[in-house]
């Protein structure tokens, strides 16, 4: 079974550009989540979606951080402008309320100087 | 409020045990553990809930304390292969809830041969 996938896994921007990241979740998990890991802490949840509807974006930066999920599936999360706090890797992980275990893809690291 | 882990870091011999614990101010309703090998994704290891059984992962057990708001991961005759860095994740109750994960700061696991 294919696990979620992430893309690109590295990018470097200067502050006040912008990136765009993208998320493939296992296919038929109908939850998928945005988290922030920020080096030597633990993930911070950014945002979640049930099949294409946002349920949780209350952590979401929004004046900077926007995210979809169109048609249910795949979801980018776009940061524009950057700032040099948002460097960090940015996970996307999917899941089953059955199970309760989320599988978490191997993230993208950002580098903003 | 995020859960507070101990100890931060640990280094053990080969066959040695180890205890990590997570605290919260917070009533729990469900643990969850997760851990992170250097430059990878956060792996689940096990989910306790409120009122339910100690779980087991391999030769990895964890309990859960409802009164103490705590729960312990117990890692017995450590294999080199346990080394990398444990979360602790607590999330609010309900039925897409269960991935609204809050992390604590980690515990540095090395297991030297």
């Known amino acids: 079974e294919a696990g979620v996938a992430q893309s690109p896994r590295y990018k470097i921007i200067e502050k006040r550009q912008s990136v765009a990241f993208w998320c493939n979740p296992i296919?038929?998990?109908?939850?998928l989540y945005w988290y922030q890991q920020i080096l030597g802490q633990g993930p911070k949840l950014l945002i979640q979606?049930?099949?294409?509807?946002?349920?949780?974006d209350s952590q979401l930066p929004k004046d900077r951080f926007s995210a979809e999920r169109l048609k249910g599936v795949d979801s980018t999360l776009k940061i524009q402008p950057a700032k040099l706090e948002d460097s960090a890797v940015y996970l996307c992980?999917?899941?089953?309320?059955?199970?309760?275990?989320?599988?978490f893809g191997e993230g993208s690291r950002l580098t903003v100087l | 409020q995020q859960p507070v882990q101990s100890p931060q870091a640990v280094i053990l011999r080969e066959g040695e045990d180890a205890v990590i614990n997570c605290s919260s101010s917070k009533a729990l309703y469900s643990v969850h553990w997760y851990r992170q090998k250097h430059g990878e994704a956060p792996v689940f290891l096990m989910i306790l809930l409120k009122g339910g059984e100690q779980m087991r992962h391999e030769k990895i057990s964890a309990s859960f304390n409802e009164k103490k708001q705590q729960s312990s991961l117990y890692l017995t005759a450590s294999q080199l292969s346990y080394s990398g860095t444990y979360f602790c994740g607590t999330a609010p109750r309900g039925g897409t809830s269960y991935g609204k994960l809050t992390f604590g700061q980690g515990t540095i696991l090395t297991v030297h041969p």
């Open positions: 296919s038929g998990h109908a939850t």
């Open positions: 979606f049930q099949n294409n509807g946002v349920v949780d």
């Open positions: 992980a999917s899941g089953l309320a059955v199970t309760g275990e989320l599988f």
